[in-house]
């Protein structure tokens, strides 16, 4: 987004923003470090992830620095049974003692979705009730939310920094691994011999739910298996913040 349409800084933004400049440069084991610490003006954050085909990534190095962590999935209930395996798999290796599964509440989905057809009808509107509204349910304790988007995955996804504030969720979101090339996620991952999600074989190499999830073929964008043959890019988790607060460069 250019600078010229981002909107006045709250203060109290603005005041955070200038306490954390000093995370630009730090790397990103020590950004996490700094962020898991609790002792930012931010408190407590919470991780949120797909257990998707990166995820390993971010949730090693999370486990790593604060095993207690409190970390989300948002369980739509279309997730592929190897998402779900995977998810149980991830926590249980890395110890993740703050895993929380979250999903849409019984009287919402009798509502909006209750013969669970909604995604074949109105896709955005059933990755609302099922992803965003639970977001923001889950995020009610927390004062930001730590994600593993990344810049290469697409060319919505290159305006991503490390620090962001989103008037839309009205709160902090933080990018760890923004800057992350797919060769240093490939390193990271064989060094660490960190399991994959049993997908990426089978050409998942981006993984939403099960309905609008597709293979993707070689010269294919990563995420060219997501809604594929609609005009939907997102889910709406995540969308451009008003204000970049920390550059990942």
């Known amino acids: 987004m250019p600078h010229s349409s981002v909107p006045a800084i709250p203060a109290a933004v603005s005041a ?30 919470a991780v949120v992830s797909s257990f998707g085909a990166e995820s390993a990534v971010l949730l090693h190095l999370v486990a790593t620095l604060n095993s207690q962590t409190r970390v989300v999935f948002l369980d739509t209930g279309f997730h592929f049974p190897e ?20 999903g849409i509440d019984p009287l919402s ?15 955005d509107r059933c990755c609302a009730v099922r992803k965003v509204q639970v977001l923001k349910r889950a995020l009610r304790p927390y004062g930001g939310w730590i994600s593993g988007q990344k810049q290469f995955h697409s060319t919505e996804r290159a305006w991503l920094e490390r620090v962001e504030w989103d008037d839309i969720y009205a709160t902090w979101k933080f990018n760890p691994l923004a800057d992350w090339s797919a060769d240093r996620i490939a390193s990271y991952q064989a060094e660490h011999r960190l399991p994959p999600h049993p997908l990426v074989s089978e050409g998942f190499p981006s993984i939403g739910c099960e309905p609008c999830t597709s293979r993707v073929t070689g010269g294919e964008d990563i995420r060219a298996g997501r809604w594929r043959g609609q005009d939907k890019l997102e889910c709406g988790l995540h969308r451009n913040p008003n204000v970049i607060a920390v550059s990942s460069r």
């Open 83 to 102: 998402t779900l395996a995977y998810r149980d798999e991830l926590i249980d290796r890395f110890g993740l003692e703050g895993a929380q599964i979250m």
């Open 109 to 123: 989905e009798k509502r909006y979705d209750e013969a669970g057809t909604l995604h074949q009808r109105d896709p």
């Open 16 to 45: 955070k923003s200038a306490a954390f400049e000093a995370l630009g440069s730090l790397d990103t084991q020590a950004f996490l470090a700094r962020l898991l610490s609790q002792q930012t003006p931010f408190g407590e954050l």
